[in-house]
Nanobody, 125 residues
């Protein structure tokens, strides 16, 4: 049984930092591209960042580029999202997801096979 469990969310002030973690089990973690998405109230879920299975190449949506950093530790089966300079508009539920290494589009939500339950991030002004 595959599980992705996010942690590290919370309530912070604008300008603060948070690090989200996503611990994976039940899958060959090193064979999966990993991504982070978020969904704000009343909005569609959006892609934030992804990291490839082999070379650790990364991709970011423009709105978080330079503020957020995705990384992975294959020995710990964990992917991270370091979030700096947080803004109120970053308030959302954050999800991690796993895409088989054969996936063609890191930003393609439909290509992610497994999803976590989400963790709430709230940024006050």
């Amino acid at each position: 049984q595959v599980q992705l469990v996010e942690s590290g969310g919370g309530l912070v002030q604008a300008g603060d930092s948070l690090r989200l973690s996503c611990a994976a089990s039940g899958l060959t973690f090193r064979s999966y591209n990993m991504g982070w998405f978020r969904q704000a109230p009343g909005k569609k879920r959006e892609f934030l960042a992804a990291i490839t299975w082999n070379l650790g190449l990364t991709d970011y949506v423009n709105s978080v580029k330079g503020r957020f950093t995705i990384s992975r530790d294959n020995a710990k089966n964990t992917v991270y999202l370091q979030m700096n300079s947080l803004k109120p508009e970053d308030t959302a539920v954050y999800y991690c997801a796993a895409q088989p290494f054969s996936g063609a589009h890191l930003r393609g939500e439909s290509e992610y096979k497994y999803w976590g339950q989400g963790t709430q991030v709230t940024v006050s002004s």
